[in-house]
């Protein structure tokens, strides 16, 4: 098993450009989650997919838009990338069973630069 | 707005020391979860403590949670070199909701 991959690990963009980051997920998780860390901070969740097909906002979510585009893989895109959005972004999945189980599976995080 | 906020925001200590981390967090929780992050890397879950717990173990872990003061502490004993790390804790406010972190602290342990 892989676990949680993401690509690409590290991307530098100019104001305005926009690109994609992928993430997939090879553990059959229902839940997928999209965060950015910014220097010597917690994470902050900026959107997630609680279950394939569906997506909802988190605390930070404007500036990006998702896609879950099957089970194992939750997109992220930046359409106008600005300078706030330099940040390291982590995917995540999540296992839940019942009451006993609740872990949250990151990835190794793309690093981002807006310039 | 974070959830849980940790204490403090950095330590340093020499090997074979035991280090104590504090959360603290604003509403009532259904879960709180621990994580590591090694520089430049994900976060790995470390134990997860349920409302209705008062202290769990995981090997050289301990950790406590005290709803009636909404807080939460991680201990890691006979720390070693490869403990060098940030720790978070993240609440979940009900079973299946999403996670809230908090800022972190970040543990140096000196060989």
């Known amino acids: 098993n892989a676990g949680v991959t993401q690509t690409p690990k590290f991307q530098v963009l100019k104001t305005g450009q926009s690109m994609t980051l992928q993430c997939a997920q090879d553990?059959?998780?229902?839940?997928m989650y999209w965060y950015r860390q910014d220097p010597g901070m917690g994470l902050r969740l900026i959107y997630y997919s609680a279950s394939e097909g569906t997506t909802d906002k988190g605390e930070v979510p404007n500036g990006y838009n998702v896609s879950r585009l099957n089970k194992r893989e939750f997109s992220l895109r930046l359409e106008s990338a600005a300078p706030s959005q330099t940040s390291v972004y982590f995917c995540a999945s999540r296992t839940l069973s019942g009451t006993s189980t609740d872990t949250q599976y990151f990835g190794p995080g793309t690093r981002l630069t807006v310039l | 707005s974070q959830q849980g906020e940790e204490d403090p925001q950095a330590l340093s200590i020499q090997e074979g020391e035991n280090a104590t981390m504090n959360c603290s967090y604003k509403?009532?929780?259904?879960?709180l979860q621990w994580y590591r992050q090694n520089s430049g890397r994900g976060l790995v879950h470390l134990i997860l403590?349920?409302?209705?717990?008062r202290e769990k173990h995981s090997g050289r872990l301990r950790v406590t949670l005290d709803t009636s003061k909404k807080s939460s502490s991680l201990l890691i004993t006979a720390s070693r070199a490869a403990d060098t790390a940030s720790y978070f804790c993240?609440?979940?406010?009900?079973?299946?909701?999403?996670?809230?972190f908090g800022g972190g602290t970040r543990v140096l342990v000196k060989p």
């Open positions: 553990m059959n998780h229902n839940s």
């Open positions: 993240a609440t979940v406010k009900a079973a299946g909701n999403k996670l809230t």
């Open positions: 509403t009532s929780i259904n879960n």
């Open positions: 403590i349920r409302s209705n717990e």
